[in-house]
């Protein structure tokens, strides 16, 4: 889905897995990272250069593989950091300290089915604020009550995720589908505005994932703003509170049972690029 161009360098990432920068006049490799742990995983989204880092995540969710999205030195490729979007297992340390608490919205085994959250599209960049923002995918499995059967908010599925570039130290998160179960990803591209709000200038982050909800987010404080259908017919949940968590409709988590919903695994939006006009 694209490439990144930076000081003379033409940025991409393979569905096997690597980050490779050519020379853009020649051609020649001048550097190649893993960007996965695991063999499943691939890399769809295209790279984004900030600061001096190659930021990428990683693609498939539809196998057993745990997300995340890493950042690669510009020049050398050597690794900067690495963010997991959901924990592993939990007898080992976790890698960075918002993972203790992310394990504790889990149940059961959910490590050995690698837990999903991929991150194969939505990243965006607030030069200003110094602020990356990043939208993570669906749980895997799917079905909840395989992967976490004790049900939990599964963090930081199917959430918005604000980090440091320098560094990955996550700022702030909003979860949009709290117990992911139905593919609803939250990895739709963001728009970041300035809008006058009540009377008050705000910087906000606009997002309409494949849930069906408009989000609008304050992005300095990822505190919720407003929500609401963009699509006809939206029959999964019958709002959002106050909080902008969704208040799920009686029978939409299916078990042993099909269920019929709106929007569907495709999303109300996908991959399609957003633009906005004030």
Not at 84 to 105: C, I, N, Q, R
């Amino acid at each position: 889905r694209g490439v990144a161009l930076y000081n003379g360098k033409v940025y991409a990432g393979l569905l096997d897995g690597r980050v490779v920068a050519l020379d853009q006049n020649t051609g020649k490799i001048v550097w190649t990272a893993r960007a996965t742990d695991n063999k499943d995983m691939t890399l769809s989204a295209p790279a984004r250069v900030v600061k001096g880092k190659v930021i990428i995540g990683s693609s498939g969710a539809e196998h057993a593989v745990r997300g995340q999205f890493s950042a690669f030195d510009a020049e050398t490729g050597k690794l900067a950091w690495r963010f997991y979007t959901v924990p592993g297992d939990p007898s080992k340390p976790f890698e960075h300290p918002e993972l203790k608490e992310a394990a504790k919205t889990w149940t059961g085994e959910w490590w050995k089915m690698g837990g999903g959250g991929t991150v194969w599209d939505g990243i965006a960049y607030d030069a200003q604020a110094d602020i990356l923002y990043v939208g993570t995918g669906n749980g895997g499995p799917w079905n909840q009550n395989y992967r976490s059967p004790g049900g939990g908010d599964n963090l930081f599925l199917s959430s918005i995720i604000a980090v440091k570039p320098d560094t990955g130290k996550m700022v702030w998160y909003f979860q949009e589908v709290p117990g992911e179960h139905w593919d609803y990803t939250a990895v739709q591209n963001m728009i970041l505005a300035d809008l006058t709000i009540n009377g008050t200038p705000r910087k906000v982050l606009l997002h309409a994932p494949k849930n069906g909800f408009f989000y609008v987010l304050d992005r300095l404080t990822g505190e919720f703003i407003s929500g609401s259908p963009y699509v006809k017919r939206l029959t999964w949940a019958r709002g959002l509170d106050s909080k902008g968590r969704p208040i799920e409709a009686k029978g939409a988590r299916y078990t042993t049972e099909s269920v019929t919903l709106s929007p569907g695994p495709g999303g109300a939006h996908q991959w399609q690029p957003m633009s906005f006009h004030p």
